[in-house]
């Protein structure tokens, strides 16, 4: 079984650039999520789908951050214009559903400088 | 790879010895726990999961404790070998949903 796919796997920007992450499920996880982690910190939820619907945007700073899960399978997480604060690792993770573990990707180490 | 292990709460053990990882939860009303293994460079890998109605579940060579009376967790390994060196993370999700919120990781060192 193929895992979750990320790409890129490092990126490095200028602050108020744009970048964007992509993510590729495991093929039949209807639950996907975005979530980012600091150095030293665990993974905190930025945004969690059911199929192609957000249904926990909470903790996503919607300012600059945007999220689409088009056709309910591959993802892509945004970021307009990014900041200092950005930088960090961004995981994708699905799962195939409630109480379920979260598999999760390798992750994109993004650098905003 | 950097490491995101750094100014981490550090356990070191002896190839060989029995390791023990603890976790403090926040909160009492999680129903599921999972413990998660995260080797530098890489995403958190699932290790064991246990759900409320049981206060003990093994796998091979670890083991998962909850004590739910105090919101305690605790993730052992047996024989720990340098492959398991990594940050370990104890994982809580309430209410029956999906939503993970994950505690402070640990850093395990096996020394040869």
């Known amino acids: 079984e193929a895992g979750v796919v990320q790409s890129p796997r490092y990126k490095i920007i200028e602050k108020k650039q744009p970048v964007a992450f992509w993510c590729n499920p495991i093929s039949g996880h209807n639950t996907l999520y975005w979530y980012r982690q600091n150095l030293g910190q665990g993974p905190e939820l930025l945004i969690r789908y059911e199929n192609e619907e957000a249904v926990d945007d909470s903790q996503l700073p919607k300012d600059r951050f945007s999220a689409e899960r088009l056709k309910g399978v591959d993802s892509t997480l945004k970021i307009q214009p990014a900041e200092l604060g950005d930088s960090a690792v961004y995981l994708c993770a699905s799962s195939p559903g409630l109480n379920s573990p979260l598999h999760f990707g390798n992750g994109t180490r993004l650098t905003v400088t | 790879g950097e490491s995101v292990g750094l100014h981490l709460p550090t356990l070191s053990v002896q190839e060989g010895d029995n390791s023990i990882i603890n976790c403090a939860y926040s909160?009492?009303?999680?129903?599921?726990f999972i413990w998660y293994k995260q080797e530098s460079g890489k995403g958190p890998q699932f290790i064991i999961d246990i759900r409320s109605n049981m206060d003990k579940r093994q796998g091979q060579r670890v083991t998962v404790l909850l004590n739910k009376t105090v919101k305690h967790l605790s993730l052992q390994i047996a024989a720990t070998q340098p492959g398991d060196s990594a940050v370990y993370f104890c994982?809580?999700?309430?209410?029956?949903?999906?939503?993970?919120?994950f505690g402070t990781g640990t850093q395990l060192k096996v020394e040869l």
């Open positions: 994982a809580e999700c309430a209410g029956g949903g999906n939503k993970l919120t």
């Open positions: 909160n009492s009303a999680s129903d599921y």
